[in-house]
């Protein structure tokens, strides 16, 4: 059943959701506050979009046009109406289809800013998967895998361009590996913890297409206080907060 909401902290957008989908978290918020935008970002890509939140909460940043490419027909409608609910359909361009195929057709090294919230876990047939398809996709690597996230980046992004990755901390070797091998140099590393004390849940990376070596590991984030509300330092990404 579709709903609209304010997306996450920002009181003047509003999402399109349906709880039978794969409903956005607070990855999708975390990744383009944490992302570095170039002051002469031309285009930026959203890889895997969903329904919109990472494209939104982006075009409250810059003034460039964003394109956001996901496979599954009735997430990729929802990500159109969020789109136009929000008046942005002359920044933000949704196209529904594989980005195996939708890159074939995009200029390579066309855009300076590459952002993905992948599937984050590797499918087998013997994977336990959500009975919703929806769910499935976005959370198993059923269509889209992390080399091929990081390949097709490679390709379209131009150099010293910029790719912002949310993933699972356990999986920091395989993408530190992966961009490494696609010319894409890791420059910031940020690992966020639901409390003080507990172990990492979130990664967040960012590359250059063919960057110098250097990378920076940025402080711990801590999302939630004791009593469940969100820190000051996750509130700091909300608008309007």
């Given at each position: 059943?579709?709903?609209?909401?304010?997306?996450?902290?920002?009181?003047?957008?509003?999402?399109?959701?349906?709880?039978?989908?794969?409903?956005?978290?607070?990855?999708?918020?975390?990744?383009?506050?944490?992302?570095?935008?170039?002051?002469?970002?031309?285009?930026?890509?959203?890889?895997?979009?969903?329904?919109?939140?990472?494209?939104?909460?982006?075009?409250?940043?810059?003034?460039?046009?964003?394109?956001?490419?996901?496979?599954?027909?009735?997430?990729?409608?929802?990500?159109?109406?969020?789109?136009?609910?929000?008046?942005?359909?002359?920044?933000?361009?949704?196209?529904?289809?594989?980005?195996?195929?939708?890159?074939?057709?995009?200029?390579?090294?066309?855009?300076?800013?590459?952002?993905?919230?992948?599937?984050?876990?590797?499918?087998?047939?013997?994977?336990?998967?959500?009975?919703?398809?929806?769910?499935?996709?976005?959370?198993?690597?059923?269509?889209?895998?992390?080399?091929?996230?990081?390949?097709?980046?490679?390709?379209?992004?131009?150099?010293?361009?910029?790719?912002?990755?949310?993933?699972?901390?356990?999986?920091?070797?395989?993408?530190?590996?992966?961009?490494?091998?696609?010319?894409?140099?890791?420059?910031?590393?940020?690992?966020?913890?639901?409390?003080?004390?507990?172990?990492?849940?979130?990664?967040?990376?960012?590359?250059?297409?063919q960057g110098r070596p250097g990378l920076k590991v940025l402080p711990p984030l801590y999302t939630h206080q004791e009593d469940g509300t969100y820190t000051e330092e996750v509130k700091k990404y909300f608008e309007n907060n």
């Amino acid at each position: 059943m579709k709903v609209k909401n304010y997306l996450l902290g920002y009181k003047n957008l509003y999402i399109y959701q349906d709880k039978s989908m794969f409903l956005f978290s607070l990855d999708s918020i975390l990744l383009p506050n944490f992302i570095t935008l170039p002051r002469k970002t031309k285009k930026i890509l959203d890889i895997g979009t969903g329904n919109a939140p990472i494209p939104l909460i982006l075009s409250t940043k810059v003034d460039c046009p964003i394109l956001g490419v996901e496979i599954q027909k009735e997430v990729a409608s929802l990500a159109k109406e969020s789109v136009a609910l929000n008046h942005l359909e002359h920044q933000i361009t949704i196209i529904e289809g594989d980005i195996k195929e939708v890159a074939k057709t995009l200029e390579e090294g066309s855009f300076d800013v590459i952002t993905c919230n992948p599937p984050y876990f590797k499918y087998q047939e013997s994977s336990l998967v959500n009975e919703s398809d929806y769910k499935t996709i976005a959370r198993h690597e059923v269509f889209l895998n992390l080399e091929q996230v990081i390949s097709i980046s490679s390709k379209l992004l131009s150099t010293n361009g910029v790719f912002g990755l949310v993933h699972r901390p356990e999986r920091l070797l395989d993408v530190l590996y992966l961009m490494r091998k696609y010319q894409i140099e890791p420059k910031r590393i940020e690992f966020v913890y639901p409390h003080p004390g507990e172990e990492a849940n979130i990664l967040l990376i960012e590359g250059r297409k063919q960057g110098r070596p250097g990378l920076k590991v940025l402080p711990p984030l801590y999302t939630h206080q004791e009593d469940g509300t969100y820190t000051e330092e996750v509130k700091k990404y909300f608008e309007n907060n």
